[in-house]
């Protein structure tokens, strides 16, 4: 089973993320993409957000395809960082092939992840890109410090089969949708 999998808080679940999911599930053929729903980002102030079973079922809803599956391993395993959690992953789903999917705004910003090296050398990656500011990521510290390891888009299908690190950029995901400019815009209707 080759599985991508896209983790995040889910704060609000949108159209992007389903694009993004359904971009790497094409392009780099998996069979599913599994949404690893965080209890919250280290990174950021979780006090306002919502429990994660909301954020679960509205995930449901907003992924509506049956190649996408959404659960919700951190709280299961008790685990807060995306490292303990793709360990976990990898020992409980041994015949399983994964990658890594990220949104090119995190790739920017990566090298903050808590064992980022070490995530990319437990599974490929691919990272998607998000309109915007597409030369910030691939400027970004982790970038430079893996690029001896980037694949050619035109081989996104071998990611799967390569041993980490690996990481392919993927083009063609069109959607400025952001959890945070939803979040902020709900603010402003409120």
């Known amino acids: 089973m080759r599985v991508g999998l896209l ?3 889910f ?45 679960i079922a509205q995930a449901h809803e907003v992924a509506n395809s049956p190649y996408i599956d959404v659960a919700a391993p951190e709280v299961a395993y008790r685990t807060r960082y995306t490292y303990d959690t793709l360990k976990r992953l990898l020992a409980e789903h041994r015949g399983a092939r994964f990658v890594w999917l990220m949104g090119a705004d995190n790739l920017a910003q990566f090298h903050r992840w808590k064992r980022w090296q070490e995530i990319a050398a437990l599974m490929p990656m691919a990272i998607i890109e998000r309109p915007g500011d597409e030369d910030a990521p691939l400027s970004s510290k982790a970038a430079h410090t893996l690029g001896g390891f980037r694949i050619d888009e035109s081989d996104a299908p071998l990611l799967l089969s390569m041993q980490p690190p690996a990481w392919v950029y993927l083009h063609g995901l069109k959607s400025p949708l952001s959890s945070t400019s939803l979040r902020v815009k709900g603010l402003r209707q409120a």
């Open 11 to 55: 704060n609000p679940a949108h159209e992007a993320h389903r694009a993004l999911s359904l971009l790497a599930w094409k392009r780099l053929g998996l069979d599913r993409v599994w949404w690893l729903v965080s209890p919250g980002n280290p990174l950021k102030e979780n006090s306002a957000l919502p429990p994660v079973e909301a954020r």
């Open 7 to 9: 983790g995040g808080s």
